[in-house]
């Protein structure tokens, strides 16, 4: 018999309602669980670890012991959603993703968006992410962001919201895939009882779109990784091996006569296009950081002429970052003449004295986040901070207001997952991936959930500790 | 395929095969070092230091050849790029590197050897005991050798670790038979017939693990002249120079491309001198001259492999 911890009152439960019933989509699993002994689905557990470990699904985490390597904690128990909801978030995600490369191609281009007085041109040209070296590029099919994950969440309300855009080198695909070859291992009963949506068709469907996004026929795909002790190198490996594509490092690749080669046994061989999972700044040495041993000398002066395709193009963060978020609405609406079907969490962007005014005075209850960063790092929850927490950063606010913006601490909902005291809830997360090519976006039923492994806690960035577990996108129960 | 890709399954083989030469190696001459006849256990593990061309560096940090610096200088220091220790860690990282081109038990084999060497190197060699470390070093190369063989698919991968492994046995095998016959020469006649001359080409037989071969092949007593033979000419031998050049000449042509032609004409000519020579030729040559022009070619075989395969500009 399990021991199940209910869900806190005032929060929204994926599994429980208010009063404690299961909801729909979760009954059959439900009834399913409580017939499991804690011992099995700890024994589960280490069989998953050890499945792990033998695939070698490892994270390198900076700042630890050089090569330190570790597994990303996974729980057993699976986020399921119901069919129904998963299309709403779906065409949520793909009407956010096709603005916002709308949005990127106006920005490299004509700038209507500035022009119209949508967005104020210095959140342009002052942010760190525009790459003048892109404007009037033209790129093939008008996509900048080829790959985009985006980050959802719901409030105790169980709204739905969008917390941010990954549009750069968006990275945990790997991760849904592998959950998912586990879950099926450890529990093919599950499978078998209930139509659960398949997702590790996505490295077929990111090798189509890669390929989609070059205007040579069969062209030739490598992803561009920054090496081993990249942090998510053992994603770059999976994806290229599930691919059948070379992973290539910055010293594989060469510039010669206006195209790039890579160095093979038999030769040069041309490259078509370049997922890369190198930032902007070390791609190319000679127009972007000099240091960068991680790039190809030469990259952009071919990119710019049309010979090679990186996916995601350079440039595309500005369309992610936290300064520009608050935008994204108005860009739904301004390029697409549709009403935003996912909602933005309110923001303030302390760059306005009367947002700042507030947010200083409501430092305790509100988050707090650099706008250019990224993994849960320089970030303040100011309900979990200590008093000098927030002094501090009250200081570092005040020094440079255009640096942060503040959100409402949303409590995000909560999922069970599977403790040593047996069944208890935590703060979850939702990243799906959107793949991008010209045509209607793509997407695999559910996405990567992010789960905050100790009670209460709010931060499911796996730098910081998160974990991750399978998510389900079910058809709902026939009654 | 990659040019660094198959550059890191080249050293990756490579390097296993030189920890297991090295044991090999290492194996005979202490074993020598405590024969009776022998005045000065010393003198014995010279040879390992003047096989391997580490004479200077060992010489730059000991005042003395003592056989217990030697056997740790080429076992567990972590300061001699050439010991076994580095050889494996390096050969791990190397297969790291290609985990996406190996098969899954390949690189269990390897990365388990790491952990288990780190395991004998907390403890040191005086606890686990030289000789079954030296066994231990021969079963992981085999058991190494018997995952990519049973595993892995038949494509320029797998062929790049096959020439890692025939360069540098080839490199090995002309090294300790040239200093071999070198010390065998200083210390009395190189053919003779006394028990220390015996025990010295039988440990070389013994270090190659050619000792059965020579006795089925060979119905007379062991001396320096058929050993030559033997490790230089020998069709059957598998660490014989013959056997390694022709490993060598078939798979240069079968990786897939037109890359190097120049490669595959060095490795197709010394081939041919050895497929079609003969003991009279070596011997009127002087042993220790044909071995230094063989190990000429095959580190010239090696730079060609390197410039035409590994680093293609």
């Given amino acids: ?479 | 395929m990659l040019s660094r890709t198959a550059s890191d399954l080249y050293w990756l083989s490579r390097l296993v095969e030189r920890a297991e030469n090295t044991a090999r190696m290492l194996d005979v001459a202490w074993n020598l070092s405590m024969m009776p006849f022998v005045a000065n256990p010393r003198d014995e593990m010279i040879a390992p230091l003047m096989i391997s061309g580490s004479h200077e560096l060992y010489m730059s940090r000991h005042d003395d050849v003592q056989v217990r610096e030697v056997l740790h200088f080429f076992t567990l220091d972590q300061d001699n790029p050439g010991s076994i220790f580095n050889c494996l860690r390096l050969a791990r990282e190397n297969g790291h590197a290609v985990r996406g081109k190996i098969t899954a038990e390949m690189w269990e084999s390897i990365n388990s050897t790491w952990l288990e060497l780190k395991e004998i190197r907390r403890g040191g060699l005086d606890q686990y005991g030289a000789s079954a470390f030296f066994d231990w070093v021969k079963k992981r190369s085999h058991l190494f050798r018997g995952a990519t063989y049973g595993t892995i698919m038949r494509n320029d991968a797998f062929r790049f670790l096959r020439i890692g492994t025939f360069i540098e046995r080839a490199d090995n095998t002309a090294r300790i038979l040239d200093v071999k016959y070198q010390i065998g020469t200083l210390y009395g006649v190189p053919s003779g017939g006394d028990a220390m001359d015996f025990y010295r080409w039988h440990a070389l037989l013994h270090s190659v693990g050619a000792y059965e071969s020579y006795r089925e092949l060979y119905s007379e007593a062991i001396n320096a002249d058929r050993v030559a033979e033997l490790l230089i000419l020998g069709a059957e031998v598998p660490r014989s120079l013959r056997s390694c050049m022709q490993m060598l000449c078939e798979l240069l042509p079968a990786i897939e491309g037109r890359a190097g032609q120049t490669a595959k004409r060095l490795a197709a000519v010394q081939f041919a001198r050895l497929q079609y020579g003969d003991l009279e030729h070596v011997l009127d040559t002087g042993l220790h001259d044909y071995l230094t022009d063989f190990l000429r070619r095959i580190n010239e075989l090696a730079d060609t492999i390197r410039e035409e395969y590994l680093e293609v500009v």
Avoid at chain 1, 204 to 230: E, I, K, M
Avoid at chain 1, 412 to 419: A, E, N, R
Wanted: hydrophobic content about 40%; charged content about 20%.
């Fill in chain 1, 1 to 479: 018999m399990q021991s199940i911890t209910p869900p806190a009152v005032s929060g929204f439960d994926e599994m429980f309602a208010r009063e404690g019933a299961v909801r729909p989509h979760y009954s059959s699993y439900h009834g399913w669980l409580l017939g499991q002994s804690k011992e099995l689905l700890h024994r589960k557990r280490q069989e998953a670890e050890l499945l792990f470990h033998r695939v070698g699904i490892t994270f390198n985490v900076y700042g630890e012991e050089s090569g330190a390597e570790r597994l990303i904690p996974f729980d057993v128990v699976p986020r399921i959603i119901p069919e129904q909801e998963w299309r709403h978030l779906e065409q949520g995600t793909a009407q956010r993703v096709r603005a916002l490369n709308q949005f990127l191609d106006d920005i490299y281009h004509g700038q209507e968006i500035i022009r119209a007085g949508r967005i104020p041109a210095d959140q342009i040209y002052g942010n760190a992410h525009y790459q003048p070296c892109m404007q009037d590029v033209d790129l093939p099919n008008q996509v900048y962001s080829h790959v985009s994950g985006v980050d959802l969440i719901r409030d105790g309300e169980g709204t739905w919201y969008v917390l941010e855009d990954n549009l750069r080198t968006p990275s945990g695909v790997s991760y849904m895939i592998e959950n998912r070859r586990v879950m099926m291992r450890l529990f093919p009963e599950l499978f078998a009882g209930q139509s659960v949506a398949p997702v590790e068709h996505y490295p077929s469907l990111l090798l189509d779109t890669l390929q989609h996004s070059s205007a040579v026929p069969y062209p030739t795909v490598v992803l561009l990784t920054p090496g081993r002790f990249n942090s998510a190198y053992f994603e770059h490996a999976f994806l290229a091996q599930q691919m059948g594509i070379e992973l290539v490092e910055g010293a594989d690749l060469f510039v010669k006569d206006g195209f790039v080669y890579m160095r093979t046994t038999a030769g040069p061989q041309r490259v078509d296009v370049i997922y890369r999972r190198i930032d902007d700044d070390f791609l190319d040495p000679l127009a972007f950081n000099p240091d960068s041993m991680l790039g190809v000398p030469g990259l952009l002066s071919v990119y710019r002429q049309g010979k090679v395709v990186l996916a995601n193009a350079i440039g595309s963060g500005v369309g992610d970052d936290k300064s520009i978020y608050p935008y994204v609405p108005e860009m739904i609406r301004f390029y697409l003449g549709e009403e935003p079907i996912l909602e933005n969490v309110p923001t303030r962007l302390c760059r306005r004295p009367e947002d700042l005014q507030y947010v200083l005075e409501h430092l305790p209850e509100l988050v707090v986040k650099e706008v250019h960063g990224a993994g849960g790092y320089g970030m303040l929850v100011g309900p979990a901070a200590s008093r000098e927490e927030i002094e501090s950063f009250r200081q570092r606010l005040r020094a440079r207001p255009d640096n942060y913006i503040a959100q409402p601490t949303l409590s995000l909902s909560t999922c069970p997952i599977f403790v040593e005291q047996g069944i208890a809830p935590r703060h979850i997360d939702l990243r799906p991936f959107v793949l991008s090519d010209g045509r209607a976006p793509r997407m695999v039923p559910g996405g990567l959930t992010r789960v905050a492994m100790n009670a209460g806690s709010l931060v499911v960035n796996s730098s910081q500790g998160g974990g991750t577990k399978d998510t389900w996108v079910v058809e709902a129960p026939s009654c």
